[in-house]
């Protein structure tokens, strides 16, 4: 238990579907991520949220559309992906001051055929 | 571009013996994270460095951190199968919304009886 749940844990889906990928943190912080894990590249940031404000949007195609409800919501809307976006997505929180360890969630594997 | 480069990828050991993890980064950082991730799990957090010469210990693992050489190594002392899995050194950007983490390629370790 990291205290970064996400859900769904794996999900296959066609190239013209819609999809939503949801992360909850119940660690009381103010900062959410998303990180893309490819077989083949390293970790990369997709998206900053503070305060419920996106503050990063790291050259992500627009067929990802983040969102964040609250400071303990996240969701990474999916639609008209390309199987090359197939991968692991990553959820991580922080808070924004102090030390400020990042903790991640167990990750959402996507699949796009 | 800020690059983050994680040597050796791989690394197979035998049970007892010691080995270090080196991480070079290309331009100045805040801070400096270890995770360690296992098969189909997510990043588990194992240090936080924060300043030159910082050195931090737990259990079998001691992280270091040299700012003016930029590099971080992960020693690994008297390695146990346990210890078997991909860790992942990454470099910290610290911004009053949040930490932006640029990932190494993550090095596999596998340790042998």
């Known amino acids: 238990e990291t205290g970064v749940t996400q859900t769904p844990r794996h999900l296959v889906m066609g190239m013209t579907n819609k999809k939503s990928l949801k992360c909850e943190q119940h660690?009381?912080?103010?900062?959410m991520y998303w990180y893309k894990q490819s077989a083949k590249k390293p970790l990369e940031l997709m998206f900053v949220y503070s305060l419920e404000e996106r503050v990063e949007n790291n050259s992500v195609p627009s067929r990802f559309s983040p969102e964040c409800p609250n400071s303990s919501h996240l969701f990474l809307h999916l639609h008209t992906l390309q199987p090359e976006d197939s991968a692991l997505y990553l959820c991580?929180?922080?808070?924004?001051?102090?030390?400020?360890?990042?903790?991640f969630g167990e990750g959402s594997w996507l699949t796009v055929v | 571009e800020l690059k983050v480069e994680q040597n050796p990828l791989f690394l197979s050991m035998q049970e007892g013996k010691n080995y270090t993890i080196y991480c070079n980064y290309s331009t100045t950082s805040d801070r400096l994270y270890w995770y360690r991730q296992d098969p189909g799990k997510s990043l588990e957090s194992l240090f936080v460095?924060?300043?030159?010469?910082a050195v931090k210990q737990e259990g079998r693992l001691m992280a270091s951190l040299d700012t003016k050489a930029r590099l971080s190594t992960l020693h690994i002392t008297a390695a146990v199968h346990d210890l078997s899995a991909t860790y992942f050194c990454?470099?910290?950007?610290?911004?009053?919304?949040?930490?932006?983490?640029?990932f190494g390629e993550g090095t596999q370790l596998t340790v042998n009886p």
């Open positions: 991580a929180s922080s808070l924004t001051t102090g030390i400020a360890t990042i903790y």
């Open positions: 460095l924060l300043s030159n010469g």
């Open positions: 660690l009381g912080h103010n900062a």
């Open positions: 990454a470099v910290g950007i610290w911004e009053t919304s949040g930490s932006r983490l640029t």
